[in-house]
């Protein structure tokens, strides 16, 4: 996927660079046309560039005076096209980034993705497994405020305490895996407690550090499952199987399916398990409830210390907030 991404958007800044150089062109005859004399400064200007870089080739060092005669001819070729209605720098090169010039690329001599580049990469891989654009669900913009800061029913702490350790918890895992202490994650607890928000945090920390995350919702894998035993053909639960880290979002909520979702869902856990590849889910059900729907054989694969497991408690915040 990431390489796929990687060659699409290389053609696309590729055709930004075609268009730009149309739009060269385009602005520097429009400029000739309404002042001619323009032309000998164009060729004087273009003559010395010509005659440094033959130099430099060469082996010559260019002449001592290059920039200041560059700079008077500058100077006269801006001063005509203000005359005539034109912006200073209309001839100048057109880039839509500045700071690689439309390469995607900054840095010399090593390369690295330019940030314009690497942001539109991101935006893409996030929109390819589901996730938001942008940094709206991240660790960065995680706000604390939002969680009430009383101390909950029968506890000495408040909602706002367990959230805190909770983001830590995550965002630690998220930054260690596959190197964590737990190679599982569950998120358990009623719905509007923040479950979602932290997967996708994690998703997106791990996509920066180039592991290959795959997310779903539960009714996602249900359709999986549900094709794979009518048809025979298991691509894509081979493809669940096989990322690095798949998230599964909302699980129990999906209608249960004899011979189907239990089946299913215990081969696919299994399965990772001995790849060693690391399962995160959210579900709304709680540890009994998750263990009734799921049966007993299910909850000991995640229910253990290799599965980081975290209850959330307290009020369902976007209600609270709305």
Request: with cysteine; charged share 30%.
């Amino acid at each position: 996927m990431r390489s796929e991404i990687l060659r699409e958007l290389q053609a696309e800044y590729e055709q930004r660079r075609a268009l730009n150089l149309q739009e060269e062109n385009r602005r520097r005859e429009e400029a000739l046309t309404a002042c001619p004399e323009l032309s000998a400064l164009l060729d004087e200007r273009e003559n010395m560039i010509f005659a440094g870089v033959r130099g430099i080739l060469a082996g010559q060092s260019p002449a001592a005076d290059l920039p200041e005669r560059m700079e008077i001819v500058n100077r006269r070729v801006a001063a005509l096209l203000k005359r005539h209605g034109f912006a200073p720098d209309y001839l100048d090169p057109v880039y839509r980034c500045r700071a690689c010039k439309d390469t995607g690329y900054v840095g010399e001599p090593v390369k690295e993705m330019c940030a314009c580049l690497r942001g539109a990469f991101y935006a893409r891989l996030y929109k390819r497994i589901g996730l938001a654009d942008g940094d709206e669900q991240s660790f960065e913009r995680f706000d604390l405020s939002i969680f009430p800061d009383t101390p909950l029913p029968g506890k000495g702490f408040s909602q706002r305490d367990v959230m805190a350790m909770f983001r830590n918890r995550c965002q630690q895992w998220a930054d260690q895996w596959p190197e964590s202490a737990s190679k599982d994650v569950l998120l358990m607890g009623q719905s509007g407690l923040g479950k979602t928000y932290l997967m996708h945090a994690m998703a997106k920390r791990l996509l920066q550090r180039g592991k290959n995350v795959l997310l779903i919702s539960a009714y996602r894998f249900l359709s999986t499952a549900r094709n794979a035993y009518f048809s025979g053909k298991t691509e894509e639960l081979d493809t669940l199987a096989d990322a690095d880290v798949l998230m599964l979002d909302d699980l129990g909520s999906e209608p249960l399916m004899e011979n189907i979702t239990i089946v299913q869902l215990f081969n696919l856990i299994n399965e990772r398990q001995v790849r060693g590849r690391a399962t995160v889910i959210t579900t709304n059900l709680m540890a009994e409830e998750f263990r009734q729907r799921y049966t007993e054989r299910i909850a000991s694969r995640l229910m253990n210390d290799q599965c980081m497991v975290l209850h959330f408690l307290g009020d369902d915040v976007r209600r609270r907030n709305r």
